[in-house]
């Protein structure tokens, strides 16, 4: 280390700087100029003597000639692409390691591309974001659903010939999203269990109630939904032929059919004036839970419907997985 001492006393300092300025604060006036000639180091008052190094360069212990590992001795050669893996530019040792790596090898992987579509992001979280909503992932799902359905509809094509032979068919109601459109099929069990459950209050639980009971009849399954994520589902359109649509234009239609069949089948119940409030609710749900009063009811009515389209989504999946 190199040390800066004063020319006039014995300060001494690692920093040329604050020799310098002890330099101008004791020993020198405001207004003395600084003479040049006025060393603030001295080369031969320094404490570390260039010769009396502690190192020898000769004394090393180790040498380079004597070195265990040869890189000319090397077994295996970086450069030797007969194992070389095409997509990852990975190169294996032997054939048998490269066999088992071409079988699972997905080539490099860019965490910030999108698995459907390859946009690149800058953050992983917009990257999951946007695989939620992808187009092109929504395309896949159509794809692997229209597969699925095709196979779905050659087996329930299969199992129809089979019911009929046996005089046992089902016959599965059309869906449609004209107002009214849809027929749906009533037992005798149904209508007499409506009328101990439909009260005069709850009227969301007695929609939601009247819903779950109208569609366990399995002729009024006219939906299919096998995964509850997915933002697609399949319709009955007749001869048993299925269509995928999107769950927007499916289950917002259904509600309101239903609540128009509700609406219908409390007119014929002979205690029909203790529902006016109920009916006055079916009426909006029919039309899309709108109606003509002030902010608070259109928001409550529109919230009230929200809820009973996502409850229906849910019956709708758990018949499904029980039909499977």
Known sequence: MIIHKCSQCEFASSWVSNTRRHFKQKHKSENEQLNPKDTFFNPKDTFFNPKDTFFNPKDTVFNPKDTVFNPKDTVFNPKDTVNKCDKCDKVLSNKQKYNKHIETCKGRINSLLCEYCNKEFNYRSNKYAHQKKCTVKLIQEREQLTLIENQTNNNIQTQNN???????????ILFTTEPGGIEFVKTPEFIEKIQSFVNGYNYIDNIKNYNKELLSIKDNRCIIKTNIKSSISKVHIGNNKWETKDDGDIFPKMVCSL??????????????????ILQRILDCMADNGYVNDNKEIKKEMLDNFKNIVKDLKLVVYDLSKESE
């Open 162 to 172: 089979i019911q009929t032979q046996n005089n046992n068919t089902q016959n599965i």
């Open 259 to 276: 609540a128009d069949d509700m609406c219908n089948a409390i007119l014929q119940f002979k205690t029909a004036d203790r529902y006016k």
